[in-house]
């Protein structure tokens, strides 16, 4: 029996789910973007796509434009789950991709003669043209409008769960809408970049804060960055800083917000890094505790005022010492100064503080007090940090 188009399509139907499932998993693959849709959505999307695919190679031509038809309703759904366009029609391409390498193969098998095959080649991309122009049609009726209004809801629903209020039934579905999963537990993440824009800084965390089913949820309040992640964006940790709190069902995401505040006014502002409560360790205690804050900047830093801008040095002296471990040799390797003055040093601010530092007790109290300090060139501690929780606006 001589092969045909027909025939071969038929064999193709039968592996329909295969070829589907393969198309998934290579868009989760090479689309980072398609993270939070989950697998099972994105494999019955294939599956349509292998249908189509298979119905154009047995009726002998590519589908015709349909006002709301399938590649239509694929693109409004992809653009309610924040989909760029670029990547809707890369998507298309890779499930197209998977559908043409496996007839290119059968065909060989069942040696369909070469015209065959060519034509079926050719009827495969008129059926990517077609989804082009449809999906690219759709996404200029309806994109503008919807990114507005996912971005007004986007800025609502997170405003909702980051300021510790209860969870409202009517918030599940919701979030949902957004492609968040409301059974999974979150991080809240707060931060700003350090370098590149801030449009592309939210676009990675989005990115790199999804997983299948679960997308993050991102938006600018008060003029900074804040975002719902159930992964840890590490490899943007880089060009900006990263205050994580720790992972908690909705209806706890107000705590691990006021940690991740806490977390962020801890850390330098323009040195990259990811920060969460195992980096921050004992430091997590310094913005509710603001009696102990007072009580040892009264202790080590106000003996120091009025030795003017020598006192600054003294602090940061008695700072870098503390950072070296106390190793004289690499303290004022690290200064720039001789041994002896580094001795002079220190034993000119025990002298100041009545202090010993070789007192555990005073490294400790040290240690907390320094940090506070909102850098190296001033005694003042950093503002803010005063215990008071302040919600998120």
Known sequence: MVA???????????????IARKAADDIHRELPGYASIGRDDLAGSAWLNVARGMSSLEEGEAPRDVPDGEARRTTRRRIRQGMAIEDIIRAYRISL????????EVARERSLPAEST????????EVGDWFVADAVKEYRTHAVSEVVRRSVEEVDVLRTLLSGSSVDPTLRPRVRALGMDPDRDHHVVLGHPTSG???????DLARYGSTPGAAALVAE????????????PREIAGRGVLAVGPAAPLRDLGTSAVAAEHILALVPGEIPGLHDPSTVSWRLAIPVTPLATRLLRRRYVEPLMDEGDFGVILLDTVQAHLEHDRVVRATA??????????????????????????STNTIVELSWVLATRRDTGTLDVRPGITGEERPLP
């Open 118 to 125: 060519l034509r079926g080649s050719t009827l495969l991309w």
């Open 4 to 18: 045909t188009l027909a025939s071969v399509a038929a064999l193709l139907r039968a592996e329909a789910e295969r």
């Open 221 to 232: 309040i008060s003029g900074r960055t804040a975002a719902l992640v159930t992964r840890i």
């Open 197 to 203: 824009s801030r449009e592309q800084w939210a676009a």
């Open 333 to 358: 390797r690290a200064l720039v100064i001789h041994q002896n003055t580094l001795r002079h040093r220190l034993a000119r601010f025990e002298e100041l503080t009545g202090c010993s530092l070789e």
């Open 97 to 104: 991709n998977a559908i043409h390498d496996r007839f290119i």
